[in-house]
């Protein structure tokens, strides 16, 4: 009786401490694009859906690279972008509701 033995699934390169510092740089420099966007008094109308997209920015790279969610398999990452968008309809249905309340 011979059992055909299957190769381990083959294991991607994680990046170096390079790559994380560039992450690291891109996140300093969206914070750096939210803090100076709030000071603009001529963004006022815009400031609250600016920030929400900054924010998916920062915490989808911060999920891809520091969570790994970008080498593991596709299932991890559909049931991140799933959580994100369940988060999102809850804030809007919460924003939306008291924006009404008044």
Avoid: C, W
Avoid at 30 to 46: C, D, F, N
Avoid at 52 to 69: A, C, D, T
């Amino acid at each position: 009786m011979s059992h055909a033995v299957t190769p381990p699934p083959a294991e991607h390169a994680h990046p170096g401490p390079a790559e994380y510092i560039k992450v690291a740089v891109f996140l300093a420099v969206v914070t750096g694009i939210e803090v100076g966007i709030y000071y603009l008094k001529g963004a006022r109308s815009v400031l609250a859906p600016v920030l929400i997209v900054l924010s998916i920015v920062k915490f989808s790279m911060v999920g891809l690279f520091f969570m790994h969610l970008k080498f593991d398999t596709h299932l991890f990452r559909r049931v991140f972008i799933l959580g994100i968008i369940l988060a999102l309809t809850v804030y809007t249905v919460a924003l939306v509701t008291l924006l009404n309340y008044h």
